[in-house]
């Protein structure tokens, strides 16, 4: 059959999270995007309650790719966008399958319209506390439900897959891990400054890349790195994140490290930006409490960084004997680890990062779309 008369694949997705500066799940959904560069089988309907964010703008050099930015009242917050706008802007188009890129499902979503959720963690159930009370509820409320209409489930771990076992009845054989694929050709070591505003950096420096966030546990590191510095005054951080739902408390004592000049925080960053980081730092810290995968962990390893993280599952999985891994909750075992490596910068064995190539992901979704488009129509 003739590329013109082929019939594509229409796929609409969850696009908010592409509608804000770079952050974990925008990133992983542009990772599956850019896997279908190109592709002619595939048609990516972005249905947003606002404009795609500049950030993500390489994803329009694939023509297959579509923007669809709701309007009027229901379209002005993200939630009732969902809701109640979303399901019927779905029904002007031919949509031959739904992909639920932050677990969940709008409630209207029509039963002839297969349904893919990609997990990413388990936070409302494992730490609720760490969220916004609105964010938990709607969690809670939108879970269950869109679980139980799931045809397939995306997995971005091992370790999310087995949560998923453990804490619903959703059947093993309709999971399966798609990790956050990376391309080893992206991975371009930057030496020159590409902006002014990152150009006066110090040499040494350690990064953590993240969304400042009560899980992240950025108030445990900030105490370790206060003491550190009292020991080694030319220490030096550098965090890239935007500001997410933190406490006010912390994030007004960020803010004032950061005006102070004792850290350098960048609340976005262009993606030309971020490679130079990562090319530049001597280091790479993450000290989260809780993770479903580890973008910026990957992308570390990927840049051959030294990292020290949390000894958490799933960042042993990604990891494995390529980190050094400590107690999230400890502020001496992140302070005398920082400060270890600054005494003698410790090497590790190369990590294995195959099995995270973004091709292989970007096969296994073409598959599972193809195969649940194929049995819904036959």
Not at 218 to 246: N, P
């Amino acid at each position: 059959m003739s590329n013109i008369h082929r019939k594509k694949y229409k796929i609409a997705l969850d696009a908010r999270p592409l509608s804000t500066p770079v952050s974990g799940v925008g990133r992983l959904i542009e990772s599956v995007l850019k896997g279908f560069d190109k592709d002619p089988d595939f048609e990516f309907y972005l249905f947003s309650h606002r404009p795609i964010h500049e950030g993500y703008s390489d994803l329009f050099k694939n023509p297959n790719i579509k923007p669809v930015i709701g309007q009027g009242l229901f379209s002005k917050k993200g939630g009732i966008y969902f809701v109640f706008y979303l399901p019927f802007q779905l029904r002007k188009y031919e949509i031959d399958l739904f992909w639920g890129t932050q677990q969940v499902f709008p409630l209207f979503l029509s039963k002839n319209i297969p349904g893919v959720l990609t997990y990413h963690d388990f936070v409302a159930y494992r730490f609720p506390e760490t969220m916004r009370p609105i964010a938990r509820f709607q969690q809670l409320f939108y879970l269950r439900r869109s679980i139980q209409r799931a045809d397939f489930i995306l997995a971005n771990s091992e370790f999310t897959s087995s949560e998923i076992l453990k804490y619903t009845s959703f059947p093993k054989e309709k999971i399966d891990i798609i990790y956050p694929g990376y391309d080893p050709k992206e991975i371009q070591k930057i030496k020159t400054p590409p902006t002014k505003r990152i150009s006066k950096l110090p040499k040494k420096f350690f990064l953590t890349v993240s969304t400042l966030e009560p899980r992240k546990n950025f108030g445990t590191l900030l105490k370790a790195y206060q003491k550190a510095k009292k020991e080694r005054f030319d220490l030096v951080w550098v965090h890239a994140g935007k500001e997410g739902w933190e406490s006010p408390e912390f994030l007004a004592e960020f803010r004032k490290v950061s005006g102070s000049g004792e850290l350098c925080w960048f609340d976005f960053v262009n993606e030309e930006e971020l490679k130079y980081l990562y090319s530049k730092a001597s280091l790479f810290v993450f000290p989260s409490i809780y993770e479903g995968f580890g973008i910026p962990l990957l992308e570390a390893l990927a840049y051959s960084l030294p990292c020290i993280v949390s000894d958490l599952e799933v960042f042993r999985e990604i990891g494995k004997k390529s980190c050094v891994y400590v107690s999230p909750e400890s502020e001496e075992d992140w302070k005398n680890s920082i400060l270890d490596f600054q005494k003698k910068k410790f090497k590790f064995p190369k990590a294995d990062l195959k099995r995270f190539e973004r091709k292989k992901s970007a096969a296994l979704v073409k598959k599972i779309f193809r195969d649940l488009v194929s049995s819904k129509k036959s």
